[in-house]
């Protein structure tokens, strides 16, 4: 468990400057003057009247507002961490955007406004229970600069996050967030701008899986015929069940696409569920890959990198606490279609993973980072594992649904 800290730092802010654009009127009383090299520690506030320069690998800590005024520029060198002190002024979090996995960052952002703009509307605490996006001087939802994009979030405070659901108490937590999110966004009918090509679209990816292998760039094919044994015996199923959602069968929605415990925020007074974040993923698509990928991920008794493969397999447990949660939440809401196929989504999103592992293994290791030589390989088998052991509690997994959407 941990509270959500404010703070910037090189991972967000690699190497920056801000210059003369920030601020050409003095709306700060307070004269304090920094330039030069800052040394660490020092706790930032008042008016940059000359450059300065928080240096690499040194801490500081904020107070209020710090302004830069023209004609100075300041620099923050990446390594750089800043904390924000406790006091009355709002906090905001700086986030730069990969435009490398998102190459739409307008488009993205457009997405979250729509999606936040919505949720407020209909909860209690707008500003507490969505995130708030700041727009720019110019009104766009984020800043480009030097080819990369920055946007800003309001900070909210009194929370807690969690890194992972270790219990069935938390992963019915993770099922109401998630749960909540959709149900807020049931009713949203703008459709998203679809940021991330094909993204859980099976008919995408075995367009590109037909094309790795027909390649076979890093010449591993030949040596991996039980592992795409494994992703042809499948192809039917997978494809039957994608098609449902292209003819609406299945319908549309808001998905957030990032469903992981960490993406959730708790209120720290209450402990309860507050809202979803990081919704740089959301798109439309079916509600039932939120579903899935949070039940491959929830409730895997393994990593999902394990070699060991005792260690991996379903937990019906966690997978009953994740979704009685989130049927908590979401089963208003759902048509029958949906609830049909909810516990199949689990076995659609880990066959995906399968499919994207093995076929960046025999692309050459060039789209997930790898820490050995054959670490997607053993990726596979490890989610290999884990769809045999859905395969294998099926019929228990539908049942536990059909039981919980009474």
Not at 73 to 98: S, W
Request: proline share 3%; aromatic share 8%.
């Amino acid at each position: 468990m941990k509270s959500q800290i404010k703070f910037l730092t090189a991972a967000v802010i690699a190497s920056m400057a801000f210059a003369t654009a920030c601020n050409n009127t003095d709306n700060n009383p307070d004269d304090t003057t920094l330039k030069g090299e800052i040394p660490t520690g020092t706790t930032l506030t008042g008016n940059i009247t000359a450059n300065a320069t928080l240096t690499s690998g040194s801490s500081y800590k904020l107070s209020g507002g710090l302004h830069v005024k023209a004609g100075s520029t300041l620099t923050i060198e990446p390594g750089v961490t800043v904390v924000a002190v406790d006091d009355d002024a709002p906090d905001y979090i700086l986030q730069r955007k990969n435009h490398q996995v998102f190459p739409d960052v307008p488009g993205m952002m457009d997405n979250i406004m729509a999606v936040t703009t919505h949720i407020k509307a209909k909860v209690a605490d707008p500003l507490r229970e969505t995130l708030t996006v700041i727009p720019a001087r110019d009104g766009r939802l984020y800043v480009e600069d030097e080819g990369n994009f920055w946007a800003v979030c309001l900070f909210i405070p009194d929370t807690l996050s969690y890194d992972r659901a270790d219990s069935p108490e938390l992963a019915y937590q993770g099922g109401v967030g998630i749960g909540r999110f959709q149900a807020l966004l049931a009713d949203l009918d703008k459709p998203l701008n679809e940021t991330i090509k094909g993204f859980h679209n099976i008919r995408w990816r075995f367009k590109q899986w037909d094309e790795t292998l027909a390649a076979d760039p890093a010449g591993r094919a030949a040596s991996l015929k039980e592992e795409i044994g494994w992703i042809e015996a499948r192809r039917g199923e997978m494809l039957d069940f994608w098609s449902l959602v292209e003819n609406g069968t299945i319908p549309t929605h808001v998905t957030h696409n990032d469903t992981k415990i960490s993406n959730i925020l708790f209120d720290k007074p209450t402990g309860k569920v507050l809202c979803a974040i990081d919704l740089d993923t959301v798109m439309s698509s079916t509600s039932l890959n939120d579903f899935g990928d949070a039940i491959r991920s929830y409730a895997n008794t393994g990593a999902e990198d394990d070699r060991n493969l005792d260690n991996v397999g379903l937990s019906i447990e966690m997978f009953r606490a994740y979704a009685d949660g989130y049927l908590s939440q979401q089963r208003a809401t759902m048509t029958q279609s949906e609830l049909d196929w909810l516990a199949f989504s689990a076995r659609y999103i880990t066959f995906e993973q399968v499919l994207r592992f093995l076929m960046d293994y025999i692309d050459g290791d060039k789209y997930y980072k790898t820490a050995y030589a054959d670490h997607n390989l053993v990726r596979t088998h490890a989610q290999y594992k884990l769809l045999c052991s859905m395969e294998q509690q099926y019929d228990q997994m539908c049942a536990i649904i059909k039981e919980l959407a009474r």
